[in-house]
């Protein structure tokens, strides 16, 4: 079974800096997809980014990118120019494909992220 | 994006009730839905994939008897606690995928249940 692993519980940033949340996960397949997604408060989960194993460059999406080191089965996000907005709760989550329509995520624990002025 | 919505987004109820959560996809025929539950400040289980015109896969250790899953269209399913108890309270969040191996999914607004 995979796993995935977020060991920063919460982090805080000062806005326009940049940060970096980081993710491991374990697996014994070759191909798959990461992501990242974002629960505001609100708690409706978004998409900030993913990235599919194969693809040897790192995904960006606007202020947000990632680092994805395949052989160290790491996966970290870097937010860049923070912004208030950008607080929420920040999950990695894994997805084998073999699984086809029906293949499911796998869950971090979370990092709770926090932009102050 | 696509949109996929959730109703109720709160419900209370008494122990011992059954309530039912519907999850719909309102701009595109979803081939899979997936029922997840979330404790406070914790990560989303997974507790059921749903597929329309089938019945669901449980994750183990998840009731079947007790959380009835029902996909019975490409843009509905539904999760209905049964016999509800206040261990039940949670909120619980559905996704929906559209189409393609490793589509992105897209989720609810989640629903909150309280069990009194």
């Known amino acids: 079974a995979q796993t995935v692993t977020q060991s920063q519980p919460e982090m805080s940033v000062q806005e326009a800096e940049t940060v970096t949340l980081s993710c491991t996960y374990d697996?014994?397949?070759?191909?798959?997809?990461l992501f990242w997604y974002k629960q505001p408060p609100s708690r409706q989960m978004i998409l900030v980014i993913r990235q599919e194993a194969y693809k040897q460059q790192n995904a960006t999406e606007n202020r947000f990118s990632v680092n994805f080191q395949k052989a160290a089965k790491s996966f970290s996000l870097k937010i860049s120019d923070s912004q208030l907005g950008d607080t929420a709760m920040y999950f990695c989550a894994f997805m084998n494909p073999l699984g086809g329509t029906a293949s499911k995520l796998t869950f971090g624990t979370g990092t709770r992220l926090q932009v102050t002025l | 994006g696509a949109v996929v919505s959730q109703h109720p987004s709160r419900v209370i109820c008494k122990s011992g009730t059954s309530v039912k959560i519907e999850c719909r996809s309102l701009d595109f025929q979803a081939t899979t839905m997936f029922w997840y539950r979330q404790f406070p400040k914790k990560s989303l289980m997974l507790m059921a994939t749903s597929n329309e015109g089938s019945k669901a896969t449980y994750e183990q250790g998840v009731e079947k008897d007790k959380f009835l899953i029902n996909h019975a269209s490409l843009t509905l399913s539904t999760l209905t606690v049964t016999s509800a108890h206040p261990e039940d309270s949670s909120f619980y969040i559905c996704?929906?995928?559209?189409?393609?191996?490793?589509?992105?999914?897209?989720f609810g607004e989640g629903s909150r249940l309280t069990v009194l």
């Open positions: 697996t014994s397949e070759s191909n798959y997809y």
């Open positions: 996704s929906a995928r559209r189409d393609r191996v490793g589509g992105e999914l897209f």
